[in-house]
C-alpha cells in the first residue's frame, strides 16, 4: 500500500480516461497532461493506461510500504525522496518505508506520479479515474491507503528522458469549432492578435479567460462538446472544457484544442500568458 500522510491540494488518480461514455452524460476524466503521464508509464514500461497519481500546485506527503520503482514528470515540484531531490523523467527505485514529499512549485500546475504496474485503485466504468459522483472519492484524502504491486528487481531498458520542455509554451493551437464561421471580423482579430490570461475559475472541467472579447448571442440546441472545446457566451467569456468537462452545452463552440494544446493548457495556472492560434 502507499500510504498517503498528507494529501496536498488536489491530488487524484487519473488513467487515459472513461471512454464511450459522453452519450449518458459521463465526461472523460483522465490525465489532464496526458502526455506527462504517459511518458511516467513507457519509462516504467506500464501499459499505457496504468493508472497514476495527478498532483496539482502542492504535493502530498507519501510513504511506500513494499519495494517498487517509480517516475515522476510534468509540473517542476521539487520531489524528494527521503533526503534526495528527484529528477523528472528517470526511473528510481523506493523501498518499504521511503518517504515521498514535494516542495515549492517552480514551473507547471500538474505533476504525476507513475509506478510500477500502476495503482490497483477501484475500476468503474472502464477507468480508475476519479470523478465523482461516478467514483466515490473527489480527490485522494490524507491518511488513505493506495494499493501497488510489489516489484523489487526492474531493470528499465531506458532509465531517463530529457524531453522538450512544454511548461514554457504559452501558444495554444486550436483548429475550428462547429460554430467557427459564426465569428465577425473583429471578433477573429481579438482571438488570435491578442495575449490572454487564465482567470481565477481554472479546474479540470473547465478554463475560463480572464480578458472578454465581444459576445456571441446565438440561439442554438444544447449540442456535444469535448475535453478542449471553447465556447463563447453571449457576454464575450471564453470557457475552455477540460477532461471533466460537460458533454453537451448551448454555447456556441468557437474552437477545438488539440490533444498537444490541452497538455499545455492543463499545465497553466491564474495569471499566466496564453495565445490562440489557428492550425
Same mark, same amino acid.
Given at each position: &500500500?502507499?500510504?498517503?500522510?498528507? *494529501?496536498?491540494?488536489?491530488?487524484?488518480?487519473?488513467?487515459?480516461?472513461?471512454?464511450?461514455?459522453?452519450? +449518458?452524460?459521463? #465526461?472523460?476524466?483522465?490525465?489532464?497532461?496526458?502526455? *506527462?503521464?504517459?511518458?511516467?508509464?513507457?519509462?516504467?514500461?506500464?501499459? #499505457?493506461?496504468?493508472?497514476?497519481? $495527478?498532483? /496539482? &500546485?502542492?504535493?502530498?506527503? @507519501?510513504?511506500?510500504?513494499?519495494? /517498487?520503482?517509480?517516475? &515522476?514528470?510534468?509540473? $517542476?515540484?521539487? %520531489?524528494?525522496?527521503?533526503?534526495?531531490? @528527484?529528477?523528472?523523467? +528517470?526511473?528510481?527505485?523506493?523501498? !518499504?518505508?521511503?518517504?515521498?514529499?514535494?516542495?515549492?512549485?517552480?514551473?507547471?500546475?500538474?505533476?504525476?506520479?507513475?509506478?510500477?504496474?500502476?495503482?490497483?485503485?477501484?475500476?468503474?466504468?472502464? !477507468?480508475?479515474?476519479?470523478?465523482?459522483?461516478? /467514483?466515490?472519492?473527489?480527490?485522494?484524502?490524507?491518511?488513505?491507503?493506495?494499493?501497488?504491486?510489489?516489484?523489487?528487481?526492474?531493470?528499465?531498458?531506458?532509465?531517463? @528522458?530529457?524531453?522538450?520542455?512544454?511548461?514554457?509554451?504559452?501558444?495554444?493551437?486550436?483548429?475550428? =469549432? #462547429?460554430?467557427?464561421?459564426?465569428?465577425?471580423?473583429?471578433?477573429? /482579430?481579438?482571438?488570435? !492578435?491578442?495575449?490572454?490570461?487564465?482567470?481565477?475559475?481554472?479546474?479540470?472541467?473547465?478554463?475560463?479567460?480572464? $480578458?472578454?472579447?465581444?459576445?456571441?448571442?446565438?440561439? &442554438?440546441?444544447?449540442?456535444?462538446?469535448? %475535453? =478542449?472545446?471553447?465556447? @463563447?457566451? %453571449?457576454?464575450?467569456?471564453?470557457?475552455?472544457?477540460?477532461?471533466?468537462?460537460?458533454?453537451?452545452? =448551448?454555447?456556441?463552440?468557437?474552437?477545438?484544442?488539440?490533444? $498537444?494544446?490541452?497538455?499545455?493548457?492543463?499545465?497553466?495556472?491564474?495569471?499566466?500568458?496564453?495565445?490562440?492560434?489557428?492550425?
Amino acid at each position: &500500500m502507499l500510504k498517503v500522510v498528507k *494529501a496536498g491540494f488536489f491530488t487524484t488518480i487519473q488513467d487515459k480516461g472513461r471512454i464511450g461514455y459522453l452519450n +449518458k452524460g459521463v #465526461p472523460v476524466s483522465g490525465s489532464m497532461d496526458g502526455n *506527462a503521464a504517459l511518458v511516467c508509464n513507457q519509462l516504467l514500461e506500464n501499459d #499505457p493506461n496504468a493508472a497514476v497519481i $495527478e498532483i /496539482t &500546485m502542492t504535493g502530498p506527503i @507519501l510513504e511506500f510500504t513494499i519495494d /517498487t520503482y517509480i517516475c &515522476m514528470g510534468g509540473a $517542476e515540484i521539487s %520531489p524528494i525522496l527521503n533526503d534526495t531531490l @528527484l529528477e523528472n523523467y +528517470k526511473v528510481y527505485k523506493v523501498n !518499504s518505508g521511503d518517504m515521498l514529499s514535494y516542495g515549492r512549485l517552480k514551473k507547471g500546475f500538474r505533476a504525476y506520479l507513475a509506478i510500477k504496474n500502476g495503482f490497483k485503485s477501484e475500476e468503474v466504468l472502464g !477507468s480508475k479515474s476519479f470523478y465523482y459522483p461516478i /467514483t466515490t472519492e473527489k480527490k485522494i484524502a490524507s491518511r488513505a491507503n493506495i494499493p501497488y504491486e510489489k516489484c523489487s528487481n526492474f531493470s528499465p531498458k531506458l532509465n531517463a @528522458l530529457r524531453l522538450q520542455n512544454i511548461l514554457d509554451e504559452n501558444v495554444i493551437l486550436v483548429s475550428r =469549432g #462547429p460554430e467557427f464561421n459564426l465569428l465577425n471580423d473583429g471578433q477573429l /482579430t481579438a482571438l488570435f !492578435s491578442k495575449e490572454f490570461s487564465i482567470a481565477k475559475e481554472n479546474n479540470r472541467m473547465a478554463y475560463q479567460i480572464k $480578458e472578454n472579447i465581444e459576445g456571441l448571442s446565438y440561439s &442554438m440546441l444544447t449540442s456535444a462538446t469535448l %475535453p =478542449g472545446t471553447i465556447q @463563447l457566451t %453571449p457576454s464575450g467569456k471564453l470557457i475552455i472544457l477540460m477532461k471533466d468537462g460537460q458533454t453537451t452545452g =448551448g454555447y456556441p463552440r468557437i474552437l477545438q484544442l488539440s490533444d $498537444e494544446a490541452i497538455c499545455i493548457l492543463a499545465q497553466k495556472k491564474y495569471g499566466d500568458k496564453v495565445f490562440f492560434k489557428l492550425e
